[in-house]
């Protein structure tokens, strides 16, 4: 495949209190190709949001090395990141919270580009207007405030004001969970529209597999800071290989009554190894953390190290 | 009467005074039978909650029954004085909220708390009830009784006190439990284990549960009856595989067919609008299905169910024509 | 938001009141018509038509209407009239310092917890803010009775020691408020667009804190108010004081008068002699709690005007 747009290489972010370090994310190395949405699942407390936000540099991470369109940025400071934060941008998961209650919604789309000083006031409304359409909300939106909108719409907001930079790279941390069931549908589907238009690369993070597996070419599943399986969606759903991802499969619960599973795979919640095993390939594009212990347990056969994953 | 353990008619509730008079539920009528599982879904404000909280007259301060019968084994609980309420709440129907972190007492060793119940409503005697606790623990699925035993709840995880809620719910062996989104802050792995807890015990002790949820996944793995709600009305009530194989109301259809498939593959999800017009109504009577949205205002105008099939109960507008609101 | 508080009554009133009073402080000579020196003069020994003697200072409030006057023979009325410039504006200078002070100080070093300095406020909160003031004013009056200064130096000086004492706990709660606010996830979605920290806390901070400030500042302009009156009951006066020989010419005692007319000083002053001449102690303590609480009504007002926009 082609140059990957985000690297990462062994990344790690820990929290420190008086009461120890916590180790948010540990050991994650993965790439991510333009155009392609990297679906990112896990339980709370996986580490998934600390690795978004690691990923946009809104954290300095303890170790490793995170490369955009072949530049390293691990240990850029704000102002050499300025023009970076154009590239990625992020969608949060309440639109509640995100978005400032005191502002109207133009000031609020325009307020990127006023930040990053991109073109005059006229064409920052204009751009504004034009976004407004995009993301399916009326033009009269532009003079109100964001109180006056539903979840949904609030979300398209979020959404809209991600895109006003016109970023290559979108992480998406929990965009739907806040929202009602039936508008999920509707922000995920203009979610999919938009990356068509735009040719977007999303990080797609979320809880729900159901989602994930909608929105993702592959998938990513965390599990306590550590990335413990990254497979194409499919593959990952056919043939899971960690115990914690088959659990986690077999707790979805199916939408249909007529294949009610009462003898299903018992959940196993392993513990947290004290250090990241490393991910080894097992084809089809497949990697499995796993150490030599573990290859034997999973009846992995033909596996290979994968030389880049290691450390 | 027959075989109900819980029968709801024809329930109104409002909130307010009458100057600012706004109605939550109306016309809702539910059956729950015996070792039954029976869901309530919908999406925020549709009143599903308020309509469970109802039953055990645990409504907020300002909202009250207008009209209406709940029946709780052939007994019009409506009127029920508090005393007597007391009596049958968590005794003989008992509730399992979303957020245990509120039900707990924090000061009290979660061992202690569960028994609280049965100290209070079966009168068992001091030196039964600690082994009570511990049978409770280990059949909600804890390894190690004794140690959860003299824990407080601050030093348990969200999965965990939701068990302990359910060991609470059902010591004193309640006929009825009434689930409201029990696993909605939880991880599907411990949403899983919390429900297969909650059905083992309906199995084994041929009990009735009501469940409220707003996850069609969770319906199809665990209910047998379902409820359709939406804007404080019933919109569409059938057994759970009618439902699933034959939806009619487009709001219903809608919310089945928004729920990501794994197994369709990139099939488009559909939407509210997508069934808008390919359904619009039944016998020349409307849906309306453009205001069936939860962005979309609460309607008022006049409707009723109709049975579509035997057992299948569809809401549709009485007027020929309605004009949405929001 | 400030505006809205205009709306509210008891703003109103105790808006009017102060501005009222200091109002009248400015100009009550030509108002009242009145000489300002002949006014405030000292020892107007009472005469009648025929130029003898009938009474000596302290006069009482019904020789002297309306309130009588103090030992040393200045009108009451008059002085207190004249010195509410001085103490509103004190309190107003204090308070307003004190916040600008710890706010400037939480913007540079927002943190989520002071270790030390919150172990350090809890502490000095059991001391008496007035003894902390007495002890250094004292020594800093010492010194200038040792190394004259001039008396606006020391009124520097002195308010200095007053705004500094009031200062650390603004700034731990300030700090806290800032931090939890800079972890908002619109404040995030700010900072991940590649603004500047002083664009964040200008555009998003302290508009947010606008209501809060206000609050703070009025609690705090009545803190100083109490304090000044307590400074005033231990002779302790702003700007200084001097020493009068008064009474039996043979056998003079000291006296004590404040150089500047300010409310506090006219209690120090007599607060000796309160049993001779209660008046002069109970008409500026009523002053200090009328002001207050016109103060406070305009807390209130302020707070209507924040509930109304919620609801």
Not at chain 1, 195 to 215: A, C, P, R, W
Not at chain 1, 216 to 222: E, F, I, N, P, Q
Not at chain 2, 68 to 83: A, M, P, R, S
Not at chain 2, 141 to 167: C, E, H, T
Request: neutral net charge; charged residues 20%; hydrophobic residues 40%.
């Amino acid at each position: 495949m082609a140059n990957p747009l985000l690297s990462v290489q062994n990344l790690a972010k820990y929290f420190e209190d008086s009461t120890g370090i916590l180790k948010a994310v540990d050991g994650v190395s993965l790439d991510i190709f333009s155009g392609e949405t990297l679906g990112v699942v896990g339980e709370s407390g996986s580490g998934k949001t600390t690795l978004g936000r690691t990923l946009m540099r809104l954290y300095r991470p303890v170790h490793g090395n995170i490369w955009f369109d072949n530049r390293d940025i691990t240990k850029l400071n704000e102002n050499k990141l300025r023009p970076l934060r154009k590239e990625i941008q992020m969608i949060f998961q309440d639109p509640y919270e995100s978005l400032s209650p005191r502002l109207k919604v133009g000031e609020i789309l325009e307020e990127p580009l006023s930040i990053q000083k991109i073109g005059t006031k006229q064409e920052r409304t204009e751009k504004a207007y034009s976004m407004l359409e995009k993301v399916g909300l009326p033009k009269t939106s532009y003079h109100k405030t964001i109180h006056e909108f539903s979840g949904g719409q609030r979300q398209r907001v979020g959404i809209a004001r991600a895109l006003m930079l016109e970023p290559k790279f979108i992480i998406a941390d929990e965009p739907v969970s806040a929202l009602d069931v039936s508008v999920q549908a509707q922000v995920l589907n203009l979610l999919k529209d938009l990356q068509k238009e735009l040719n977007l690369t999303y990080l797609f993070i979320s809880h729900d597999l159901g989602v994930v597996h909608y929105m993702s070419d592959r998938v990513a599943v965390m599990y306590l800071g550590h990335l413990i399986e990254l497979a194409p969606k499919d593959e990952l759903f056919r043939n899971p290989i960690h115990p914690y991802t088959k659990s986690l499969l077999a707790s979805i619960p199916v939408a249909d009554p007529e294949r009610r599973n009462p003898f299903r795979e018992p959940i196993i919640l392993p513990e947290k190894p004290l250090y990241p095993p490393q991910l080894v390939n097992i084809g089809n594009n497949h990697f499995v953390s796993a150490n030599v212990v573990n290859i034997k347990e999973y009846e992995i056969e033909n596996y290979q190290k994968q030389a880049s994953y290691n450390y | 009467m027959d075989d109900n353990v819980l029968k709801i008619k024809n329930l109104k509730i409002s909130f307010g005074d009458k100057k600012n008079k706004f109605t939550a539920v109306s016309d809702v009528s539910l059956d729950v039978k015996k070792n039954q599982t029976v869901a309530l879904i919908g999406e925020s404000g549709s009143g599903k909650s308020i309509s469970s909280l109802s039953v055990l007259q645990l409504l907020p301060s300002n909202g009250r029954i207008e009209n209406g019968e709940i029946y709780f084994k052939n007994q019009d609980i409506v009127k029920l004085t508090e005393k007597e309420m007391k009596k049958l709440r968590g005794n003989e129907v008992s509730m399992i909220f979303q957020d245990a972190i509120a039900l707990l007492n924090p000061g009290m060793k979660v061992g202690v708390q569960i028994t609280e119940g049965l100290k209070y409503h079966k009168l068992m005697p001091k030196s039964d009830l600690k082994s009570e606790a511990l049978n409770l623990l280990k059949n909600v699925g804890f390894n190690n009784p004794a140690f959860v035993y003299n824990q407080y709840p601050d030093q348990l995880s969200g999965g965990m006190k939701q068990r302990i809620q359910i060991a609470m719910a059902i010591s004193c062996k309640p006929q009825l439990i009434i689930a409201d989104e029990p696993t909605t802050s939880l991880d599907v792995t411990i949403q899983r284990q919390v429900l297969d807890l909650i059905n083992s015990y309906k199995d084994n002790h041929d009990a009735s549960v009501l469940m409220i949820t707003h996850d069609f996944g969770v319906v199809a793995e665990y209910a047998d009856w379902v409820y359709v709600m939406f804007g404080g009305h019933i919109v569409e009530s059938a057994d759970v595989f009618t439902i699933f194989k034959n939806p009619v109301h487009p709001y219903t259809k809608a919310l089945i067919g928004s729920i990501p498939n794994p197994e369709e593959g990139d099939k488009r999800l559909k939407t509210i609008q997508d069934y808008a017009f390919d359904n619009a109504g039944f016998e020349g009577r409307p849906f309306a299905p453009e205001m069936f949205s939860s962005e979309s205002k609460v309607f008022h105008a006049p409707s009723a169910l109709v049975e579509v099939e035997p057992d299948h109960y569809v809401r549709v507008f009485t007027e020929s024509e309605v004009v949405a609101i929001g | 938001m400030i505006l809205k508080a205009f709306k509210q009554p008891q703003f109103l009133i105790g808006l009017l009141f102060i501005t009222g009073l200091l109002f009248f402080s400015y100009n009550w000579p030509a108002l009242l018509d009145v000489n300002k020196e002949k006014s405030l003069e000292l020892m107007p020994y009472k005469y009648n038509d025929k130029g003898i003697m009938i009474g000596v200072p302290p006069f009482k409030p019904s020789d002297e209407p309306p309130f009588g006057t103090d030992s040393t023979g200045k009108n009451l009325f008059y002085q207190i009239i004249d010195g509410a410039k001085y103490t509103i504006l004190i309190a107003l200078g204090i308070a307003f310092f004190r916040v600008l002070l710890s706010v400037i100080i939480a913007l540079l070093n927002p943190k989520p917890k002071f270790t030390y300095l919150d172990d350090l406020v809890q502490a000095t909160l059991y001391i008496p803010g007035t003894i902390l003031a007495y002890m250094l004013m004292t020594s800093l009056i010492a010194r200038q009775s040792i190394q004259p200064m001039s008396s606006i130096k020391l009124i520097i000086l002195q308010c200095l020691i007053l705004i500094l004492i009031g200062v650390l706990p603004l700034i731990s709660t300030f700090s806290k408020e800032i931090s939890t606010l800079l972890k908002k996830d619109y404040i995030v979605s700010t900072i991940a667009l590649g603004s500047k920290k002083t664009y964040v806390y200008y555009k998003h901070v302290l508009p947010e804190l606008t209501t809060r400030l206000v609050l703070v500042f009025a609690q705090q302009m009545i803190q100083s108010l109490i304090l000044l009156a307590h400074l005033g009951v231990l002779a302790i006066f702003i700007g200084g004081s001097m020493t009068l020989m008064v009474g039996d010419p043979l056998s003079p005692t000291p006296f004590t008068i404040p150089l500047e007319g300010e409310w506090a000083g006219i209690i120090g002053m007599s607060y000796s002699k309160m049993r001779l001449t209660p008046w002069v102690i109970l008409y500026p303590l009523a002053f200090f709690a009328v002001t207050i609480f016109a103060i406070n009504l305009m807390i209130r007002g302020i707070q209507n005007s924040v509930d109304i926009k919620k609801l």
